[in-house]
């Protein structure tokens, strides 16, 4: 699940819910979860001997092995997500990702279906609680984002190949846990880091996309917690975003996990809507 973490953390009414936060922390999870053998690596200071390469390595090891994930031709994931400010509901997701780069995220409000989809190439979502019953296209920075978090490899495994470039900076303590602190920067010079713990070399804590609230831009981390192993995978069941600035967690729990079964290509084509009269938005009750 490619690093898929896009955002709504500190926004207080359900009218506002972006979808794309939920999208972008499960696939951000594959990203991790899915890394490399290539050695295109930096030997860091204060990483007990290891080189970023050898972290990585211990990694996939951890995960269930490299083969194990590469076999993986499509995965869906359920479970619920926190939505709102101050006080969140948790509401019903269902994610599916398939090879070599496709997506969809549905989100039930109020017995309704919103979801957001990805072809690889072009992104469409449908927000019918917003009165919106039409396929919008995705804004230049959705696709942008898209992009960068639909592989279902994520961006560590054959990074080398993609033009990236890891680098190990060193060690820091993470909830209680040595982790090694690894920083990817891609062929396009975004840069995120990802922390990996030094005992068990399963990821504890990914850099999210910083928000930008009150004017500023505010560090979004988000911790895997609750590994459980499915089918011969190693896969965290609970992830806690949080913002600096911001008081109020949001967690996502997974809940059920499927892998490799059959997905057609048209659940992530452009959605295809009966013409109906659009809806009056979904009303929230005041807080």
Known sequence: MGWSFNKAYARHDIEEIDMNRGFRVLASMTGVVAASFAAHATLAAGGGGMSAA?????????RGGLQAWRAVNTMTLSGQIDVGGT????????????????????????????????????GWKVRPFLGRNVAEPYTPAEAKSAAETADLDGPLIDYAAKG?????????????????????????HAQRHVWIDASSFLEVKVEGDPRKLDGRMHVVSVYYRDYRREGGLMVPHLLETQVTGVKQKHQMTIQHVTVNQPADDALFAKPQLPAQPQSAPAKVAAK
């Not at 690894?182 to 396009?188: A, C, Q, R, S």
């Open 54 to 62: 050898q972290v990585v390595e211990r990694n996939v090891a951890a």
């Open 87 to 122: 006080k969140p509901v948790k509401l019903p997701y269902v994610m599916t990702m398939k090879r070599p780069h496709k997506s969809r995220f549905e989100l039930n409000f109020d017995n309704q279906i919103a979801f957001q989809v990805y072809d690889g190439s072009q």
């Open 164 to 188: 990236s470039q890891v680098a190990l900076q060193g060690m820091e303590t993470i909830d209680g846990h040595r982790a090694y602190k690894l920083l990817l920067t891609t062929k396009d």
